[in-house]
């Protein structure tokens, strides 16, 4: 599913240059559920972006479903970054103006959708995150939990092969974000998404089934070689 190899980013010039990633290489399959550990300046939210396709590396490498990403190609990019990934944000990224059901079906907007088709498709997939009931509330009458819920049923409407969740709990109090992580796990399993969750959160980390843990750049320590 996803493959990275030897992947550096370095910020700044030749001669003031800052190094934020420094050779990281490893691989998730299809179905895992991992989690990227680390504290502020580690370069986890800097892997994600690169992997997500919103930045590039300085040098290395990803490969998503088999094939070697293109970075220079800008609309090779887009593609890949608006049909095959998801991304769940901490500031949850909602529209204020759309209902929820509007805000899941953005990206079937995007993706050209016929526009009978979305609204069906958005309400099944709040059904899926419990929020069938809240579909025509817009996100100022939502709790942060149910605001998050939203931007998860936006990230999974067109079945992405992956989905990249960068600190998804890092708004919400903790037994909210107990709850979405609980959420998270049961779309998991039942759907059989592909999910690298950034975190910052031991507890919320060791709840996944693999955890891979940055400092300064590097990789430290990766339970699947525990």
């Known amino acids: 599913m996803l493959q990275v190899f030897d992947l550096e980013k370095t910020y700044g010039s030749p ?7 420094r050779g990281i290489s490893f691989s998730l399959e299809a179905g895992a559920f991992c989690a990227v550990l680390g504290p502020s300046g580690s370069g986890k939210s800097t892997l994600m972006n690169i992997v997500g396709l919103l930045d590039q590396p300085s040098a290395g490498a990803v490969r998503l479903d088999g094939a070697i990403v ?40 995007y ?52 989905v990249l969740a960068d600190e998804p709990t890092g708004s919400l109090d ?13 779309l998991h399993r039942r759907l059989g998404v ?18 891979i843990e940055m400092l300064d750049g590097r990789i430290v320590h990766d339970s699947a070689f525990a």
């Open 174 to 186: 903790s037994v909210t974000a107990a709850e979405v992580m609980a959420l998270l796990r049961d």
């Open 15 to 21: 001669t003031r240059s800052t190094p934020v990633l």
């Open 111 to 162: 993706a050209r959708t016929a526009r009978p088709d979305r609204k069906p498709l958005a309400l099944a997939m709040l059904e899926q995150v419990g929020l069938a009931d809240r579909a025509e509330h817009r996100p100022a009458e939502l709790s942060g939990g149910e605001q998050q819920r939203v931007a998860v049923a936006r990230a999974l409407i067109r079945r992405p092969k992956l």
């Open 194 to 211: 592909t999910i690298l969750m950034v975190t910052h959160d031991r507890d919320l980390a060791g709840r996944c089934d693999r955890r």
């Open 70 to 109: 293109d970075y220079a190609a800008a609309e090779e990019t887009a593609r890949v970054r608006n049909g095959d990934l998801g991304f769940v944000f901490q500031a949850f990224n909602l529209l204020p103006r759309l209902s929820a059901w509007e805000n899941v079906a953005l990206p079937l907007l």
